[in-house]
């Protein structure tokens, strides 16, 4: 997760009037405290690439779209995007599919990363197979508790390199209240975010796995969005929430 700026102590519940707050710390993403997993488990991952290098996660959500994070497809020209599909290593392997179009929430807030989320069709469609399968849009947030997991190629500590391999890390959903108070200092968070974290902190999204999913009983819930470090103690990851959101992917794509 991103994990760079200062917040002022006001929570916003919606996406608009959030460009008030200022620049919230990106996670640019990675995986802390997980450990490597095959693709075909987690079929719906894929690498976002950005010039044929890692840049953030996304997941499958039919044959032509995939979901990701708004701030991952900020200022970034369709041309310059691919998708590579059915791996397990980064930048190599599996397919590669290029953008046809990127579509980020129209009230995405850069700053702020209220409605952290954005859609992209590929111009060739993902051919299904055992390690390339779409994953459900969630249509409720999961209770405080449930294990969800998130997955991706981001660094393993914060501001570390890159994985080569895939990770995966199981966390516990944290509850809006809880999250919203671990986050008071820096503004909280809004009613488009939910959050995800051991307790304890060492587990993690982080650095590279922006983007990413994060799937609790094979749907996805989550979009790998911001958080104060990576793995700290006291600070889940903040996600943007698919089950809030979820109008803006379907309106979009005719994904139900």
């Known amino acids: 997760m991103f994990r760079i700026a200062i917040f002022v102590s006001v929570l916003f519940a919606s996406c608009w009037g959030a460009s008030l707050i200022p620049r919230r710390p990106r996670h640019d993403g ?25 840049h953030c996660g996304a997941a499958i959500i039919s044959e ?10 900020d200022g970034i020209p369709v041309s310059t ?3 590579r599909a059915g791996t397990n290593v980064m930048e190599e392997g599996g397919t590669v ?59 393993t500590s914060s501001g570390g390199a890159l994985s080569p391999l895939l990770l995966k890390v199981s966390v516990p959903v944290v509850s809006f209240d809880a999250c919203n108070a671990s986050y008071s200092k820096y503004g909280g968070i809004t009613s ?3 959050c995800a ?23 996805l819930v989550g979009i790998v969005s911001w958080g104060a470090g990576c793995g700290v103690r006291g600070y889940p990851g903040v996600y943007a929430s698919v089950a809030v959101l979820r109008e803006f992917v379907t309106s979009n794509t005719d994904v139900q």
């Not at 995986?31 to 010039?51: A, C, K, L, W």
């Not at 032509?64 to 497809?73: E, P, R």
């Open 30 to 54: 990675r995986i802390v405290g997980g450990e490597p997993t095959d693709i075909t488990n987690y079929p719906y991952q894929v690498s976002f690439e950005f010039f044929g290098s890692h």
């Open 64 to 73: 032509l779209w995939v979901v990701t994070a708004g701030h991952c497809v």
């Open 81 to 83: 995007v691919t998708f």
């Open 97 to 155: 599919h290029e953008a046809a179009e990127i579509i980020a929430h129209p009230n995405f807030d850069y700053l702020s990363l209220d409605c952290d989320i954005a859609v992209s069709k590929v111009t060739t469609a993902f051919t299904y197979q055992p390690s390339v399968q779409p994953v459900s849009l969630a249509s409720a947030d999961p209770p405080a508790g449930a294990m969800a997991v998130v997955t991706g190629w981001g660094s």
């Open 192 to 194: 488009n975010m939910m």
């Open 197 to 219: 974290g051991a307790d304890e902190g060492g587990k993690d999204s982080c650095q590279g796995d922006s983007g990413g999913p994060l799937v609790v009983e094979k749907e």
